[in-house]
């Protein structure tokens, strides 16, 4: 087993950062695999991202090569620090130097940016933490997977919950860039179609926001009994504990956390989010797989429990793995369609997701789990916070082919 990593930190401007990308080494006479991690290393998504998304990585290139010991993978790793224009650089230079897949990519805009670049490059894009449902709808292509969890399936599980409780009356603080935008529109569809209204809405500049408290205000005085936050990260955090100083939910209304996952509730407390609802569609502590997975790579993060988009990167990497074992390394790097082509082709099996397939469109296709936050009298062990409220089977947790404009679909 060979596994190697060289390490890139964005700087200020895509050009430094083209000039600063690590050269892949030449080739030996083995052919081998490079795999570079783009993801957010020093902004708000670097707790559900970063290097516990290098960690999964990791993990699944050292279980596969353990029982293929000839396989050579090299991993990199770049901040494209929720610049459009950074991630974009990143990607054309890590494929302009042979690099085989890029995965994670936590942030819509960046995500759909790279996804261009893959299909001018004809290489393999696994996007496992953005959650833009356009990636595989207006913007899919033949050389990009969506693992995980998209806006489609948070705007009817989470907001389809909330309405069905009776909140009947939203108000959205929104992030002010391609994914807030695209869940705040999904759940607002769903709110309507299910009789309820939408009393208003604020976009904050992103990612340089971290006073909510105006925007709290305006939802406060609006007479919503729902407050959606489209939004992620340390801003899902910094909101919901500031709606807590803010007495919101002592005055009725309902915080409706559109994307929050694990990591974010460690960061708010069980004192403050017991009782949120949310959406995920991997929890560590679900069954007897997820805390096997779970257990081997606590060792390369200890710090931080993998949340759904990490699980993404481990059971993606694992399966674009086996893709190229099976179609051989030298044939598989003539294409990344190709490789594209055979993970479609393939059932997915690991610990983290269990037994799943990958749609023409190229959606990861998963159930979807309703959680509730545990009391803090009812967390047992470290990082126990879900109860499971309800599971929607995958077939009914993403937007159906029928109402997608995939060019995939046709052809």
Known sequence: MTISRRSLIGTATAVAVAETLPRVPARAATPSLTIGVCSDFSGPYQDVGGNTSVACVDQAIAEFTASHPGM?????????????DVGA???????????????????????????????????VFINSNAATSELTNKFCNADTIHWTYDTYMLAHSTGGAMVKSGGKKWFFITADYAFGHLLRDQTEAVVKAAGGTVVGDVDYPFPSTTDFSSYLVQAQSSGADVLGLANAGKDTVNSIKQAHQFGLTKTGIKLAGLLIFLNDVNGIGLDIAQGLILTESFYWNMNDNTRAFTKRVLPRTPNNYPSMGHAGCYSGTLHFLKAVNEMGIANAKKSGAGIVEQMKKMPTDDDAFGKRSIRVDGRFMCPAFLFQVKKPGESKIPWDYYNLLATTPAEEAFMPLSEETCALIKA
């Open 89 to 123: 650089e990143i990607a054309r230079r890590w494929f302009d130097q042979s690099v085989d897949l890029l995965i994670d990519v936590p942030n819509s805009a960046v995500a759909l940016a790279i996804a261009g670049v893959a299909k001018d490059k004809d290489k």
């Open 72 to 84: 050579s993978v090299q991993v990199l790793k770049g901040d494209h620090q929720n610049k459009p």
